[in-house]
């Protein structure tokens, strides 16, 4: 019984090595590079996985992907799906990518997509032309060349906040500009108005923005200023749109927000379709809770197929 996985994240990951265990052989299709989805960047230590204290993102994701490479898996790398129809009892995935075009059926589907940084059009559009301007978290390759810079966040949540506190550490100066209040974790909002380098600007409008050179000046109608580097951490969109690639008769429902809807087994709406991880709208998106969750899956099409 094959089972493709869609998102080689943790809950993909995971999800692949419990379907070896329970029987069941997983096909990975990764649209990336490489394994570890949105933790393979993050420089922070990790607080939520008990047992590996200090260990941060990437090297969390080191460690995961060290096993997942040990596993007798198949993995597609570079690999789109372009459509998914019903065939008999079966799944029919086409997919494009780095091997060429290809079909993969499967007898079920976990999507393990994760998600992406969320931003308006009007700033998805400014950062695609302005190099100082990045949607999102910092990638490890810059945030080890920011030193005595101007920089200007916009967002009030952890992330936002969690970056002002990094960047200040290390001797740059941010702006966290946000139009309502914080809704970050009190610790964080008490850790940054304590530190002279951060200025926390609660009901703060948006900008006008022009990038110049090597910089981005940000336009308030009472003032303006230059800063070295903008960041925008409006938090995060499900990776929902492949679902467009599904025959409509087996598209999954989504959740009011836009998540993929999953029962306590991770079912989605449609029989043989499972889904795993941040793509959910899991209260507490972790590490930790994507992993549980793909483990799930697997143990849930365990149990839905047919013995073969
Ligand atoms: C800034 C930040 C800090 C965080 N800090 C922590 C922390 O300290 N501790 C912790 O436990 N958690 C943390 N998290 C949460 C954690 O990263 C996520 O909960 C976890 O990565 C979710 O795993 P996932 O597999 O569901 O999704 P992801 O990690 O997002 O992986 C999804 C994968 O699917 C792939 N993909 C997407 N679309 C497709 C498609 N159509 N076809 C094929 N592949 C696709 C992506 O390329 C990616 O590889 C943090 C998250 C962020 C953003």
Redesign the pocket.
């Known amino acids: 019984m094959i089972v493709a996985i ?7 990951m995971s999800c692949a090595n419990a379907c070896l265990s329970f029987g069941l052989t997983p096909v990975a ?4 590079d490489h394994l ?4 393979r960047s ?1 420089f ?1 230590p ?4 008990l047992g590996f204290p200090g260990e941060t ?1 990437e090297q969390m994701t080191q460690r995961l992907a060290a096993h997942y490479r040990e596993l007798p898996l198949t993995t597609h790398f570079r690999a ?2 372009t459509q998914v129809q019903r065939s008999g009892n079966r799944f029919l995935l086409t997919l494009a990518g780095a091997e060429g075009s290809r079909t993969q059926a499967a007898d079920a589907i976990v999507l ?4 992406r940084p969320r931003a308006t059009p009007a700033l998805a559009q400014f950062a695609a032309l302005c190099p100082r301007a990045i949607i999102g ?1 910092l990638s490890n390759t810059i945030r080890d060349g920011i030193r005595d810079t101007d920089v200007l966040i916009l967002g009030g949540g952890d ?1 936002a906040l969690d970056h002002a506190l990094f960047l200040a550490e290390r001797g740059n100066r941010a702006v966290v500009c946000t139009r309502a209040g914080f809704s970050a974790r009190r610790p964080f909002i008490a850790a940054c108005q304590a530190h002279d380098e951060i200025e926390l600007r609660a009901h703060c409008s948006l900008p006008r923005l022009a990038c110049g050179d090597n910089r981005v000046i940000a336009t308030w109608p009472e003032h303006a200023r230059a800063f070295d580097w903008l960041l925008v951490m409006y938090g ?1 969109l499900p ?1 929902t749109e ?1 679902l467009a690639r599904f025959d409509p008769a087996i598209r999954p429902a989504l959740t009011g927000n836009g998540y993929l809807h999953v029962d306590a087994w991770q079912r989605s709406s449609v029989p043989g379709i499972y889904a ?4 959910t709208d899991s209260p507490q ?6 992993m549980a969750q793909g483990l799930t899956a697997a143990r849930a099409a365990e149990r839905d197929l047919p013995a073969s």
């Open positions: 869609l998102g080689a994240g943790p809950a993909g299709i990764e649209r990336g570890g989805g949105a933790q993050n922070h990790n607080l939520w996985m993102g789109e799906v393990a997509t994760g998600t978290p992330n995060y990776n492949v795993a991880g941040d793509v998106p972790s590490v930790a809770t994507a």
